[in-house]
């Protein structure tokens, strides 16, 4: 079993930047990927980035590659997601998720099997 809690949303201007983190306990931390999604409003959930076990190799989306920054601290059991360059459209929940059967960040979304319970971004413009 993985709990997996977020924090670090809220509100911010369009350009500004948040650091999400993400705080996991249970399983060995180290022994496994993770992965941060978004769902905005009406709209399906998206990958928005995913990090090796040692945080060695990094995934991002298209769409946050260059303002994104996902890294993790495996001695603080925590991952986090560095949010610069904000836009209104990055306005979402924001998830945390844990594969606990991968060490590589190449992970279709359906292999997730620990998920946290989301923090809000909103973005202003």
């Known amino acids: 079993q993985v709990q997996l809690v977020e924090s670090g949303g809220g509100l911010v201007q369009a350009g500004g930047s948040l650091r999400l983190s993400c705080a996991a306990s249970g399983r060995t931390f180290s022994n496994y990927a993770m992965g941060w999604f978004r769902q905005a409003p009406g709209k399906e959930r998206e990958s928005v980035a995913a990090?090796?076990?040692?945080?060695?190799?990094?995934v991002y989306a298209d769409s946050v590659k260059g303002r994104f920054t996902i890294s993790r601290d495996n001695a603080k059991n925590t991952v986090y997601l560095q949010m610069n360059s904000l836009k209104p459209e990055d306005t979402a929940v924001y998830y945390c998720?844990?594969?606990?059967?991968?060490?590589?960040?190449?992970?279709?979304?359906?292999?997730?099997?620990?998920w946290g319970q989301g923090t809000q971004v909103t973005v202003s413009s």
């Open positions: 998720a844990a594969a606990t059967g991968y060490y590589h960040p190449y992970i279709a979304p359906g292999e997730y099997d620990y």
């Open positions: 990090i090796s076990w040692s945080g060695s190799s990094t």
